[in-house]
């Protein structure tokens, strides 16, 4: 089986969107063994969708769409599938249903634009539509099928990964390969020097291969391997990944989809140990990204944003004398924030977090990207010194990173 | 002219990369005044790319390809058109001494690999490689153009700009317009309600256009003109964006590439006014975006992020008694957390929030997404409340988006 993918949407030709939807559905589909051997993007014009239909149907077996099925004149997608096949477009009850019910709930009446997005190609399969208006459809057209998925990625990719997927892999009997891939993720170590230590491993080829993907504050390396059975993959990605954490052992953080926040918090909630933060540069982040995670309630007791001095003085109660003696940008500082914070919030740890975000504040001693982190958790007080590099909001995140880092170090 | 773009790459398709030479060449083609129909990508493939090519140059007056243009067998972009356009392989002695120089530069002699790049169809123009190996080129035949890009965007923008885009206006003298942009950025409002209110500017057609496009929290209105002199441009976007303020006014907060936290930034730190900030469901992410805005240290006195009860009575002070009597999901603690903190930072505003960001904790009475927000300025104490829906993230961005128009609102 070979999917074609066709994004519909004349903002995609003009470049003020990325199309994601195609990456999403290519990163899917190539999981799942399936080929993808074109994908395009044609704009909200009638004449030239259905030009490009038309060849997809010819060269694939499956083509999808994404984008054209909302309430407006510019959304051409039903009204060509209909055109395309032949099939007059029909009032959907169940369609007309979910969109009363998705009316309902927000205390409003269906509007008649949206009432045309019920009607669809008689015969034709829909998909139901859990996150927003739009209905996918499934069409099957001369032994080939379309899928047709609207443009919001939000309610794409539920769609595809409970309908679509389930429904090609039904229909490709035939498979001949699976794709699968892990991630593994690293922080605070610089990709030069991740290159400089698997440069072999990075230099293998397929069936497995390593990726290294520098993100801000990470470094991803993504295992590929292409096998013919999952026994066969597990054991080739197991085989690169010992490798890998034999040299890098002490800057992976997580692997597939973790985060720094979800990892810290797993094993706060595990030792059952309270934290709390008293944060300046970066301004609530720290504290933002510690409360991303469900469940952070546990373990999360307070935060404190002390931006100014006198909210350091006042409120947490930071000496006058150490921002005197020190600044307010010191590792003292950052020691004395963790330490007050702590027991303000009768929590077993105390994070103080105090630097220059910039894009001014800085001076010749102590430059735009300098930060302060601190510790404190038992007996142990930890106080790290960074330099960070970046706009304001890099350097915001990159040390609420190294913060995290710090945390998952000392708790382990 | 129209162009069509065609990138080469099997690791497009499987959506390991995302097509970032596509969304930057449309762009720039879009901004010239050129025309793309359409876009696709073709795997490391010869028939497949040869099929793609002679499509495109059935229906496009020019084809760019991007990609294939490297040292390895995977590399088929100059072998295809060869074979295309029927004319062999040649050297070509001044791409081989570019490479040679970029080599040397770095201490190193030719690989033999990369010789293959210095040959190229006979009797076709080469576009130097000022950043990396691989030139491109440019190709007559039968009337159209192809144009061949390198994949690495550091190698293709350049060539691209200085070369290729001079190069296409040259040969569109019947360039008949220009296209100009602007967006009018929403909160507030739902976007079935903007479909409603302006749905007839919705429904315009070319040349000027207004497309809708919904992100979390926020619903943006782009004007997209296209005319023959900037003037036209002008006079068509302020045209329809008078008819779209005079609808939606209350709920436009910015324009272009402006963010709520800046605009409430910039009013706050034109009037003088100081804020802090006691945040519970949102867990700091209210006050790291008003501190992602340069300067804010000027206006930002402090926040405090209470997510637990007792974070809330002692530290900020709100009464036991509110707490037991409302609970501290409900408008009266989010008041009485707004008056604290603005008394405990001394500032001129205060903003309390507090509610639930899920996924657990709802009941029947008090769900998930239910979120009070109050602000208080000089007498006035306002109270709202949301009812938001989607994940924990969704939910807690949703909230600092509502609380800062709220301000927005406040301090107008």
Chains 1, 2 share one sequence.
Not at 2 to 31: C, D, H, M, P, R
Not at 66 to 79: A, E, K, R, S
Request: some cysteine; proline content about 4%.
């Amino acid at each position: 089986m070979n999917v074609e993918i066709i994004s519909i949407g004349t903002e995609l030709l003009l470049g003020n969107i990325a199309n994601t939807n195609t990456v999403f559905l290519s990163q899917k589909l190539a999981e799942s063994g399936i080929d993808v051997y074109y994908t395009s993007v044609v704009g909200d014009n009638i004449t030239r969708l259905n030009e490009s239909l038309k060849r997809a149907l010819l060269r694939s077996d499956v083509v999808i769409t994404t984008g054209g099925l909302g309430p407006t004149v510019d959304d051409i997608t039903t009204q060509t599938i209909s055109k395309l096949i032949s099939k007059r477009l029909v009032l959907n009850t169940r369609i007309l249903k979910d969109l009363e019910n998705y009316f309902r709930m927000r205390g409003m009446k269906v509007l008649t634009s949206s009432v045309r997005q019920a009607y669809i190609p008689e015969g034709v399969r829909h998909i139901r539509n859990k996150v927003g208006i739009a209905p996918g459809l499934i069409v099957r057209y001369k032994g080939k099928i379309i899928v047709c998925l609207p443009g919001p990625p939000r309610e794409l990719q539920p769609m595809f990964e409970e309908k679509v997927i389930p429904y090609l892999q039904k229909r490709n009997p035939k498979r001949k390969w699976i794709l699968r891939s892990q991630t593994i993720k690293l922080t605070g170590i610089p990709e030069s020097v991740v290159n400089k230590s698997i440069k072999r491993i990075l230099n293998l080829r397929p069936p497995t291969t390593v990726g290294i993907y520098c993100k801000l504050g990470e470094v991803d390396l993504r295992i590929v391997t292409k096998a013919r059975d999952e026994k066969t993959a597990a054991a080739s990605i197991m085989k690169v990944k010992k490798k890998i954490r034999e040299r890098l052992k002490d800057f992976i953080f997580g692997y597939g989809n973790s985060t720094l926040e979800g990892i810290v918090g797993r094993r706060l909630d595990g030792l059952k140990k309270t934290i709390a933060i008293a944060e300046s540069c970066t301004g609530g982040l720290l504290a933002s990204r510690i409360t991303d995670v469900a469940g952070s309630s546990r373990y999360f007791a307070m935060g404190i944003v002390a931006y100014s001095n006198a909210a350091k003085e006042n409120i947490l109660g930071v000496s006058s004398q150490t921002i005197e003696k020190y600044g307010a940008v010191s590792p003292d500082c950052a020691l004395e924030m963790a330490q007050r914070i702590r027991l303000l919030a009768g929590s077993d740890i105390g994070v103080g977090m105090t630097g220059i975000a910039g894009p001014t504040g800085g001076t010749i001693m102590k430059p735009v990207g300098l930060v302060y982190i601190s510790v404190v958790f038992d007996s142990r007080r930890l106080i790290r010194e960074f330099r960070f590099k970046g706009s304001r909001e890099e350097i915001k995140f990159q040390a609420s990173q190294a913060a995290l880092d710090l945390l998952r170090k000392t708790i382990r």
